[in-house]
């Protein structure tokens, strides 16, 4: 197990090349969360995520010989881009293997940062053996994207930043993939204040360090697709088990919807763009999942932020319509002319906004002279939605609203 010196090794290597991302006390997830919560924005490093720290350590590490060969790497994507970024800095090739569902921004920055992508493979841990061949069969170093202590050691020093930024930190909440992040951070802050808890935040659909720790040893889990891509690794890191063991406080696990609502606040309240991965300890911190105390204070770390706008978008849509900003009716008319404008006046009388209108006339089992209509509105939120349907019922509007 690597200890503090090797992070404070690491923070003098990469710290002229590295953002020191802020870690700012946000009003609006304190009131959300009931902690004294802080955002430590590491979606704002150069590529994205903080994985380039881990990548620079390693990268920074190499000898002569190693560099010269070129390096290789597996990445769902944060690991890639920080790999490409500095190799290419520093004049060094780079091959980046990819699995093939990676999100099209990822594959994109890799490329524009200099990297040779290959994309292979369902998952992380197709493209991993398809990157270890790589390196085998052509004598390019490898640079794991959690299990290596140098990258421990480089992710860690976002602890010793913590410790410098908010001195009377209680707790830090923690994304969990492989185990290189929570690893290196819980190496540098145990260290140095020992009651600091530390928890690790899992997508429920891949709990593989959950399941690492009730088995006792690294244990691949069944494969699934989750919106945090960047943590979806089935089998937890060699070297990070035994770190996580010993000194991470708590894992716990959030859902899909929870991340997918953490995202949207984030860039609602906080104006902060979150990829899935970098938005679940957010997640877990709205929705209680850990037994921290009221007021507890508390750095959430916003791990990255490379996230494809058409997930964006969508992501944006579905929340909107949970929250009753967003609705869509569907609404049985006679098929006449005016009788759209009856609707529509309804709803301008309530001051919504006509998003989308759609008529329907051959299936639903209508008679001939009848017609659907389907609207989307967009209203101030949930009392402002039940008002607008009241009104149309009293007009006497046959109605169905869409669940969201």
């Known amino acids: 197990m690597i200890g503090r010196e090797q992070v404070?090794?690491?923070?003098?290597?990469?710290?002229d090349s590295v953002f020191l991302s802020p870690c700012a006390y946000s009003e609006t997830f304190s009131r959300l969360t009931g902690l004294t919560a802080y955002l430590k924005l590491e979606n704002l490093q150069m590529s994205g995520s903080f994985k380039e720290r881990g990548a620079l350590n390693k990268i920074l590490s190499l000898a002569a010989d190693e560099r010269a060969r070129g390096v290789i790497c597996a990445s769902a994507g944060n690991h890639a881009q920080g790999v490409a970024y500095h190799a290419t800095r520093l004049g060094i090739a780079s091959t980046i293997v990819m699995p093939e569902p990676t999100p099209l921004i990822k594959v994109a920055n890799t490329r524009e940062f200099?990297?040779?992508v290959v994309l292979h493979g369902a998952n992380y841990d197709d493209a991993f053996a398809e990157a270890r061949r790589r390196a085998e069969d052509e004598g390019l170093t490898f640079i794991h994207a959690f299990d290596d202590d140098a990258v421990i050691a480089g992710q860690g020093t976002i602890g010793l930043e913590l410790l410098e930024?908010?001195?009377?930190?209680?707790?830090?909440?923690?994304?969990?993939?492989?185990?290189g992040l929570?690893?290196?951070?819980?190496?540098?802050?145990?260290?140095?204040?020992?009651?600091v808890e530390v928890i690790g935040v899992q997508s429920e659909r891949l709990p593989s360090a959950k399941v690492a720790i009730d088995a006792g040893?690294?244990?691949a889990i069944a494969a699934s697709t989750t919106i945090a891509d960047g943590i979806a690794v089935r089998r937890t890191g060699e070297r990070t088990l035994p770190i996580i063991?010993?000194?991470?406080?708590?894992?716990?696990?959030?859902?899909?919807e929870e991340i997918a609502n953490a995202i949207l606040l984030l860039l609602e309240r906080e104006k902060t763009v979150a990829e899935g991965a970098g938005a679940v300890a957010a997640a877990a911190a709205i929705n209680q999942k850990t037994s921290l105390g009221v007021g507890k204070k508390t750095a959430i770390l916003v791990c990255?932020?490379?996230?494809?706008?058409?997930?964006?978008?969508?992501?944006?849509?579905?929340?909107?319509?949970?929250?009753?900003?967003?609705?869509?009716?569907?609404?049985?008319?006679?098929?006449?002319?005016g009788a759209l404008h009856g609707l529509v006046g309804v709803v301008a009388q309530a001051r919504a906004n006509i998003m989308e209108v759609s008529h329907v006339r051959d299936f639903g089992g209508l008679r001939l002279g009848e017609t659907i209509v389907n609207v989307t509105l967009e209203t101030r939120g949930p009392e402002h939605a039940q008002a607008i349907l009241g009104d149309l019922r009293r007009q006497g509007f046959q109605i169905r609203r869409h669940k969201a």
């Open 182 to 195: 929570i690893a290196g951070i819980a190496t540098a802050v145990k260290s140095a204040a020992p009651n």
């Open 114 to 116: 200099g990297g040779t």
């Open 217 to 219: 040893e690294p244990t």
């Open 245 to 256: 063991r010993e000194l991470v406080d708590d894992i716990v696990t959030v859902d899909e």
């Open 8 to 15: 404070e090794q690491a923070r003098r290597r990469i710290r």
């Open 304 to 337: 990255g932020g490379n996230i494809d706008v058409n997930t964006l978008s969508r992501i944006i849509e579905r929340g909107q319509a949970k929250d009753g900003r967003l609705v869509k009716l569907e609404v049985k008319l006679p098929d006449t002319p």
């Open 165 to 179: 930024q908010r001195p009377d930190l209680e707790a830090i909440i923690v994304p969990i993939g492989g185990g």
